[in-house]
């Protein structure tokens, strides 16, 4: 139902949030993106990225450990934000080529809403990183 879905999100916004001020708009704003499109594409990520045990083909068995502990050489960036998810900020570059982090003393899970300014310059931040590392990705913004 619409309501319960708004009592979900209310909470979810109001639990991983830095004590933003959400307006009612706000609130029918976020349930409506919720309920317009359904819950296919929310929970599309966990069913894909749950893994339960070995694989059973046998080939796939064989690249478990790859598969849970896979490392990306892809620049990798992180902001931390007290109030999204319980862990913590250190794990961020597990498994990953860390670039850029940055440990902020304000906002959560929604950052991009609660805290834009900051959030926004750890994105142009981090895209500096990687130009100055990554030379030829420059050379496809001027193309």
């Given amino acids: 139902s619409p309501v319960g879905l708004l009592a979900w999100i209310g909470e979810k916004l109001h ?6 001020p959400w307006t009612p708009e706000e609130l029918i704003t976020w349930t409506m993106l919720y309920w317009i499109k359904g819950p296919a594409g929310g929970l599309r990520y966990y069913k894909e990225n749950s893994v339960t045990g070995p694989p059973k083909d046998p080939e796939l068995r064989a690249e478990f450990n790859r598969l849970i502990h896979p490392w990306s050489p892809t620049p990798h960036g992180f902001s931390w934000f007290p109030k999204d998810g319980p862990f913590p900020a250190e794990w961020n570059s597990i498994g990953a ?5 940055k440990k902020h003393s304000k906002g959560g899970h929604f ?21 100055e590392e990554e030379p030829r990705l420059s050379s496809l913004n001027s193309a």
């Fill in 111 to 131: 950052a991009a809403w609660e805290v834009p300014d900051e959030f926004a310059r750890d994105i142009q931040n981090f895209v500096t990183i990687v130009l």
């Fill in 97 to 101: 080529k860390l670039v850029y982090s």
């Fill in 15 to 20: 639990e991983w949030t830095d004590n933003y």
